[in-house]
Structures are given as structure tokens and as C-alpha cells.
T-cell receptor, first 112, second 113 residues
Framework: DAKTTQPTSMDCAEGRAANLPCNHS???????VYWYRQIHSQGPQYIIH???NNETNEMASLIITEDRKSSTLILPHATLRDTAVYYC?????????????FGKGTHLIIQP | SAVISQKPSRDICQRGTSLTIQCQVD?????MFWYRQQPGQSLTLIAT?????????ESGFVIDKFPISRPNLTFSTLTVSNMSPEDSSIYLC??????????FGPGTRLTVL
């Protein structure tokens, strides 16, 4: 799996959009971008994934650049419960057949 | 989504002993995985639990230290053997089946004295 680079930590005001960047400059053509988050003392939670098109679900939006070398996870209206460590993971299109390789992630702190 | 439970949720153990952690899923799943999260660190994949055959271990993890069973498609166990304080971690199981998502259990917090 390709390596990802994320900022160590970010702050965001409650009610504002939280934009979490991820660099994955060595991503290959069949690799997807996945986002998970881990709220304190819980197991990681799947958020969203995409290949090259932008994706949106009830939790977040994923914007992938045209060259696919970076992406941004957007939480449109952040709440205090969104405080968590967010992991950007690049993995092969094999989907659930392989375990995940977690980097250090971004610790997002939502400020009241 | 799958609902995953782990037992025990936490334990404090003496060095040299072993602990078996159970992972139960509410539906049949194709893949089950075990991860370790050391204090202040990210998750590290230990192994893939294969139904009816030996687990597939990642580099740095061996069967003698972390024996794994998976007798059916809804259950798996991870044993942490001959424990030392360095084994103090959160151990998590995850499952996947067909979709691209992995679902994680709540974790087992292990402290070794």
C-alpha cells in the first residue's frame, strides 16, 4: 500500500467545516483512498472511500485531486463529537481482503 | 454493518501468564483481523484469522506468541502468551465481508504488571 502523509493535529470551531488534508503522492492506479476515524477509547470507524471521483455520504465528503496525489476529507458542520484521530489510508482495490495499514493520522480537535 | 463484541473489555494480568481474547460477530463474515494499539500509538495489524486454517501473521508477529483460532465465520480468539509489560496494549478485532469497509470491535485493554 502507498504511504500517506497527514498533519499531526488540527483545530476547528464547532459548526464550521473541518477540512483534513492527506498526501499520497505514490498512489497507484488501482488504489483507493479510505478514511477512518477513532474516537477516544473506541475502535476505528469507517467514514468514506473513493478512487478518483469525489464522494459524499451522510458523514463526510471526499475530494480527490485530479492527479490523485492528494485528497481532503470534509466534515461539513463539525460537532464536538467529531473530535477524533482521522486516518487516511491508501489500499488496493482488493477491498476487505487485506488488513489495514494505519499511519499516525490527524488528531482533530473541535473547539466549542 | 456488523456488530462486534469483544471479551474481556479489559484485564490486568501478571507477567508470564496468558490471556485469550474473544471476538464475536453478529453475522457471518469473510475476513477477520486482529490489531494491536500500543499506548499513544496507531493500530498495527497482527494477523488475518483464517476460517479452518492457520492465521496469516504480519512481520514481527509469530504464532507462538499470538496464537489465533477461527472455528467458524462469526468467532475468533487471540491469545497473548507469556505476557510481559511490553504487551500492554489495546487489542482490536475487525471484520470485513464483501464490501470495502472494515468494522472494528470496541477493543480489549490489556495491562501487564
Amino acid at each position: 500500500d502507498a504511504k500517506t502523509t497527514q498533519p499531526t493535529s488540527m483545530d476547528c470551531a464547532e459548526g464550521r467545516a473541518a477540512n483534513l488534508p492527506c498526501n499520497h503522492s505514490t498512489i497507484s492506479g488501482n488504489e483507493y483512498v479510505y478514511w477512518y476515524r477513532q474516537i477516544h477509547s473506541q475502535g476505528p470507524q469507517y467514514i468514506i472511500h473513493g478512487l478518483k471521483n469525489n464522494e459524499t455520504n451522510e458523514m463526510a465528503s471526499l475530494i480527490i485531486t485530479e492527479d490523485r496525489k492528494s485528497s481532503t476529507l470534509i466534515l461539513p458542520h463539525a460537532t464536538l463529537r467529531d473530535t477524533a484521530v482521522y486516518y487516511c489510508i491508501v489500499r488496493d482495490s482488493g477491498g476487505g481482503a487485506d488488513g489495514l495499514t494505519f499511519g499516525k493520522g490527524t488528531h482533530l480537535i473541535i473547539q466549542p | 454493518s456488523a456488530v462486534i463484541s469483544q471479551k474481556p473489555s479489559r484485564d490486568i494480568c501478571q507477567r508470564g501468564t496468558s490471556l485469550t481474547i474473544q471476538c464475536q460477530v453478529d453475522s457471518q463474515v469473510t475476513m477477520m483481523f486482529w490489531y494491536r494499539q500500543q499506548p499513544g500509538q496507531s493500530l498495527t495489524l497482527i494477523a488475518t484469522a483464517n476460517q479452518g486454517s492457520e492465521a496469516t501473521y504480519e512481520s514481527g508477529f509469530v504464532i507462538d506468541k499470538f496464537p489465533i483460532s477461527r472455528p467458524n465465520l462469526t468467532f475468533s480468539t487471540l491469545t497473548v502468551s507469556n505476557m510481559s509489560p511490553e504487551d500492554s496494549s489495546i487489542y482490536l478485532c475487525s471484520v470485513a465481508s464483501g464490501s470495502n469497509e472494515q468494522f472494528f470491535g470496541p477493543g480489549t485493554r490489556l495491562t501487564v504488571l
